[in-house]
């Protein structure tokens, strides 16, 4: 049994294919495709299409009878419809059979439009988180960011994040402008390792981020602990001032910080805030 991840950019739809149907070489199949697809191992060999399907604004059927339509096409010449990965479609047969797919001119239409602007807004907006989160890494050096380990995780986390939105936004903005170049000279994107790779980089470096921001969160939450107050605690009463002392402090350690407690206790009139670094 293989897990992978199937999350393809529709600019590597064909890209996705390759890979089934590579896969399906090794004896590996999968009977529905979505972000993420089990492949158990049968040992047969079966072929896979996938396609974006575009709507004809010039025809008078609409949006979703066009659609019925072109799925039919590839039903009638036996694939089957075993799911759909963002826009891309995904057919299984057990042979390998010729089928009309999308024109190249709807699919160019696509990519020059709808594609290509969303790429560069997506571009935009991972440059632009970048220029808000990432100075903070470096200026913001207060001990409260690197109490616990979470909280060490916590604070490199956007490097890890912005990288991998920058890294996966341009790669998606790169095969965009090559699709759209191979289809203006009528023929289909062709495939090669490069593009694997950029694919696999840029989707698991995400996917890294994410698992850094969930780990810093909730190893912050555990490791901090909440100790009962001992006389060694600085309390409004030994200053001098009427309270009722605090019965808890926080303390935790880290990587970078030995020993680390937060005690805060207040009255009416005065409150009394600690921070013990060691």
Not at 66 to 87: A, C, E, P, T, V
Request: charged share 25%; glycine share 2%.
């Amino acid at each position: 049994m293989k897990f992978k991840l199937t999350n393809y950019d529709t600019s590597d739809y064909k890209l996705l294919e390759y890979k089934l149907n590579n896969l399906s070489k090794l004896g590996y199949n999968c009977n529905s495709v979505d972000i993420f697809t089990i492949f158990k191992y049968d040992n047969k060999h079966f072929y896979y299409k996938t396609d974006i399907f575009v709507p004809d604004k010039k025809s008078k059927l609409s949006n979703r009878e066009q659609r019925d339509n072109w799925l039919m096409n590839y039903i009638d010449h036996g694939y089957k419809f075993i799911g759909k990965s963002k826009k891309i479609y995904i057919f299984k047969a057990e042979k390998n059979i010729k089928v009309k797919e999308t024109d190249n001119s709807l699919l160019l239409k696509y990519f020059k439009t709808n594609k290509t602007l969303t790429n560069i807004l997506l571009v935009f907006t991972a440059l632009f988180l970048s220029f808000l989160l990432i100075p903070n890494v470096f200026v913001n050096n207060s001990p409260n960011e690197f109490i616990t380990n979470g909280s060490i995780l916590l604070h490199y986390a956007p490097l890890v994040f912005c990288l991998s939105l920058i890294v996966r936004f341009i790669n998606n903005y790169m095969q965009t402008e090559k699709i759209k170049n191979t289809l203006t000279k009528q023929t289909r994107p062709k495939i090669n390792n490069t593009r694997e790779y950029s694919f696999i980089l840029s989707n698991w470096l995400f996917i890294i981020s994410i698992l850094v921001l969930i780990s810093g969160f909730c190893l912050d939450t555990i490791e901090r602990k909440t100790v009962p107050v001992n006389d060694n605690i600085l309390s409004l009463n030994d200053l001098g001032y009427t309270s009722d002392r605090s019965e808890t402090y926080t303390k935790s350690s880290s990587l970078f910080i030995n020993e680390f407690y937060s005690y805060f206790e207040n009255n009416d009139d005065e409150a009394l805030k600690i921070n013990y670094y060691r």
